[in-house]
């Protein structure tokens, strides 16, 4: 039996293709090249005003990949509002694999010691493919969202790739483009270093907040 392996997973990527399974129970894997690609663009990323304050109060606290699976099996988690997910274990071990090579990275939000919210994905050169997010209090998976983007641009990413795009993230300026130029944006980003590790992301989150306008 074929078993997918983490390198071959990044390759995936790279070519703009990435992987869902049918449900939590699925040993099956499948692989999805939309026409259509959701993203969010860095430069024009929307806060709403009452994220802004919320950001701003620190009602959270940040933290960077202190918890990659944890956030993987929140995500995994079946809501009231989410009753099927479409991450199964495979999707869990590979993506692990890849936090631990240094290729996928977790925000998480954190209220008294306990993990309330926060997002993971992939990142190779200067593209970070996001796969999902999860919240348990109120505004946790925005506020993860926004210091996310605040480290992206900070660091000299240029895309955000969102697959899809959902009504949730369409609040915050998420749009669709063509896979064609999808793909020209997604060579040109692989062609970039980046160091999202060395953010100042006090710095990088003020300077984000503090260039929005309206």
């Known amino acids: ?3 997918l392996s983490a390198p071959l997973l990044l390759r995936a990527y790279a070519a703009g293709i990435f992987p869902m399974a049918e449900s939590a129970e699925s040993q099956e894997l499948h692989w999805f090249d939309p026409e259509q690609r959701g993203i969010l663009p860095l430069d024009r990323f929307h806060v709403p005003r009452s994220l802004r ?18 956030v993987m099996e929140m995500c995994a988690e079946t809501t009231e509002v ?6 199964n274990a495979d999707i869990i071990r590979l993506y692990t694999e890849l936090f631990h090579a240094g290729y996928a990275h977790s925000v998480e939000c954190w209220r008294d010691g306990r993990l309330v919210g926060g997002l993971y994905g992939v990142s190779i050169g200067a593209a970070y ?23 992206l641009r900070a660091a000299g990413f240029t895309l955000l790739d969102t697959q899809f795009v959902t009504d949730h993230l369409s609040h915050f300026g998420a749009e669709e483009i063509p896979r ?12 970039r270093s980046t160091d999202f590790p060395a953010v100042d992301q006090a710095r990088a989150v003020a300077a984000l907040l503090d260039g929005l306008s309206g």
């Open 53 to 70: 304050k919320t950001v701003r109060r620190g009602v959270f606290e940040l933290r960077f990949d202190s918890a990659f699976r944890r």
């Open 1 to 3: 039996m074929f078993t």
């Open 82 to 87: 989410r009753p099927k997910t479409w991450i």
């Open 129 to 151: 493919f996001g796969e999902s997010m999860f919240s348990r209090e109120t505004d946790a998976s925005k506020v993860a969202l926004v210091h996310l983007v605040a480290r």
């Open 180 to 191: 064609a130029e999808y793909h020209r944006r997604l060579n040109d980003a692989l062609d």
